[in-house]
């Protein structure tokens, strides 16, 4: 931290601290409840999805 | 003490150190062992027509089973497919969970009669499509690999015996396009040509023309008469036709005219059977008899409108026309 520097405050490290930490758990969350699923199993349903991909 | 290891999966030979992955994204050093993080892990499954590949002379008509995994051994500056391909597997929105009898079941209750391992490049989720090509060969399904070639003779020669077909791209006949590109070489991927015509797979080719990167005639000419020589006259071509997309977006589409030159150009070095893609609606898609001369397959996109070969020979007047058409 550069106490010189206009826009390097203690103030401002806390922020930087409690927005990082809010998104993490905004992210913990909604892998929880399922919102962002990292793996679904495959169902029959997924087979005819969008025809964009080439090849 | 951790150790490098070197991939020998594709020419790239890339060392890999503890808990890093190659230059593909997906083929990871875990604990000093060689892993395929996409392994049963595919993020895009479709029932696609056959003609989409394209294969034009390969159970025509057909629904195939497409699968892909992210990550690619290529990194061609104008991917019609780079929000899959240049992607690791956790980097994906989805990723299903459809280990090999998964996705042997999915294409037997879809319908389909064979399973194309596409999108991406199976030669980066090679171990799944090797398990998964065994299992349907079992189960009476054919299995299509749609993909850039650059793999090394090994693993593709162990590959090739249970693949029936392939389209495989020649993006360039010319090297320095090849490293310019797409971060590649173009010996490898004419040696993956051969082989897989050594051993007995259906090959057919595809060359996305891209305006002011492969459209010189010259080129052409060139990768034409190549493919008449090594690969023989009945070996189906595809000129593509290139829109706009990742890191190209400043070149315009290829214009139609520049793609029927290039058709020209392939008769007239030799190749029966040259189509146009990407260009919907065109005569250029039909399969034309190379004795006849009749359109004895008509095609409009996907779509087969009339299928005039039956057991491999032209219902017209009965010359033969290469492929594997019902078997």
């Keep these: 931290m550069r106490p010189d520097h206009p826009t390097c405050t203690r103030r401002g490290l806390l922020r930087g601290l409690a927005a990082a930490a809010a998104g993490l758990l905004a992210t913990g969350l909604r892998r929880w409840t399922g919102t962002v699923p990292r793996e679904r199993e495959l169902k029959e349903a997924d087979f005819y999805g969008p025809d964009e991909l080439a090849g | ?327």
């Excluded at chain 2, 990167?213 to 010259?218: F, G, S, V």
């Design chain 2, 1 to 327: 003490m951790s150790a490098s290891l070197i991939c020998e999966l594709c020419p790239k030979s890339c060392r890999i150190p503890e808990g890093e992955a190659g230059d593909c994204r997906v083929r990871v050093n875990v604990g000093g062992k060689l892993r395929a993080t996409t392994y049963g892990r595919p993020s895009a499954v479709h029932v696609d027509p056959i003609e989409k590949k394209p294969l034009f002379h390969f159970l025509p008509g057909t629904g195939t089973f497409s699968i892909a995994t992210a990550g690619c051994n290529l990194h061609c500056k104008f991917c019609q497919n780079w929000e899959l391909s240049q992607r690791d597997g956790t980097e994906m929105e989805v990723r299903y969970q459809a280990d090999p009898p998964k996705v042997v079941a999915g294409a037997l209750q879809t319908g389909c009669r064979s399973i194309a391992y596409t999108y991406s490049d199976p030669v980066v989720f090679y171990e799944y499509t090797f398990d998964t090509a065994r299992l349907a060969r079992e189960k009476g399904l054919k299995n299509v690999l749609v993909t850039a070639g650059y793999i090394t003779p090994g693993p593709l020669r162990r590959l090739c015996k249970v693949v029936d077909a392939s389209n495989t791209d020649l993006k360039y006949f010319d090297d320095g396009a090849y490293r310019r590109y797409s971060d590649a070489t173009l010996k490898p991927v004419l040696d993956a040509l051969v082989i897989q015509k050594e051993e007995g797979v259906w090959l057919e080719v595809t060359n996305l023309v891209v305006p002011t990167l492969n459209d010189d005639m010259e080129m052409i000419r060139k990768m034409c008469r190549w493919m008449v020589k090594h690969l023989g006259p009945d070996t189906p071509l595809h000129f593509s036709r290139f829109f706009p997309m990742y890191k190209l977006q400043n070149l315009p589409p290829t214009p139609v005219e520049t793609l029927l030159r290039a058709r020209e150009e392939g008769l007239a070095a030799g190749l029966r059977y040259v189509y146009v893609g990407n260009l919907h609606g065109g005569a250029e898609e039909n399969t034309r008899c190379p004795s006849c001369g009749k359109d004895a397959v008509r095609r409009v996109g996907f779509q087969v409108l009339e299928m005039g070969v039956r057991d491999g020979r032209c219902r017209s007047c009965g010359g033969k026309i290469a492929g594997r058409w019902g078997a």
